[in-house]
């Protein structure tokens, strides 16, 4: 993953750096200068975001949370885990970990409180595994009011194509980690083709947790709703900047962009923040509903700033947060 992460970040810069030189910057600056502080309107209201994801992860989490290991523990409510989901998209969107370091901390958070790794990795799986389905279902809606709203878009022969056949990736995931054993399987298939010795019973017991928390219907069901009304929630960002610096567009445009870029910034998880491929999708959707390319540059500027505003305090309060556990603990 590691390498993975490398790769995808020079591509990414690579990627930007095309982008801003063949971008007018003058005009760039003179449309961000527009916005000015009603910029920063966005790190509170990503506030609401968080609190989407921090319900249904709670949800996913109930069972384990009331039959925590270690009795001792601080009990686990809400707002622990509200605070532990900002820390997830602070690494995921700040950190070159591939978009997947997030989930580790998060159980590594969840641990330090008491609950069982396996309980928590199968919440953490599970709720990747909706995150999949509701930007798919997020994708084709903004498909739908793309070919509604602008049948001549450019782009809209591409990417029928590729929502097609990226469906049987959350089918498949679905079916194979509620009856595939996925986990046992692959800690036979490293001890045999690499050598690697995992404990079985562990992998084992993740297989179990991940197949009992399918199986409560209810609860995938709420949190996959609340994931879906998050990543909508994500639409009125650019509905705002673009009305703040004199370019109104309706929502409708606005979820056709962020709906799609959302599905290519994930596909392409493996680069680092998505560098240059916000960017770049939002240009080329932007494009498609009347947007120039300044002006989609100032949005992606714009969520890069509330990147920053609501991850950097999140990181600095996990580090504190460790460092105060390492100093208790003599390690």
Sequence with gaps: MKAAAFVGAVLGFILLGFILGH??????????????GQLFWLAPYRLLFFLLYALG?????????????????????????????????????LLPVASVGGGLAGVKLMHNRGLPIAGASATVIVEILLTLVSLYLFAV???LLLFDLHPAGATSRYLVPAVLLSLPVPVVSAVLLRYGSVFARLEVMLRKVAGIDLPAEGAASLDSEIRSCL????????????QF??????????WFVLRVVGHPIDLEDALIMESLMQAVRHLVF?????????????????????????LALTVSIAKRLREVLCGVPALISWSFVEGVRGSRTGT
């Design 23 to 36: 971008a007018d910057l003058q005009a760039l600056w003179r449309t961000a200068m527009l916005a000015g």
């Design 57 to 93: 992860w709670a949800e996913l989490l109930r069972p384990y949370v009331r039959r925590p290991q270690i009795v001792a523990s601080p009990p686990i409510g809400l707002g622990y885990i509200f605070w532990v989901t900002t820390v997830r998209e602070a690494v995921d969107r």
């Design 141 to 143: 809606i903004g498909l």
């Design 215 to 226: 199986q409560r219907s209810g609860s995938l069901v709420y949190a996959g709703v609340l």
């Design 229 to 238: 009304i998050a990543l909508i929630s994500g639409s009125l960002e650019i």
């Design 270 to 294: 493996f680069v680092p923040a998505g560098i240059g491929v916000q960017e770049g999708m939002l240009i080329e959707f932007g494009q498609t509903v009347g947007v120039s390319s300044e």
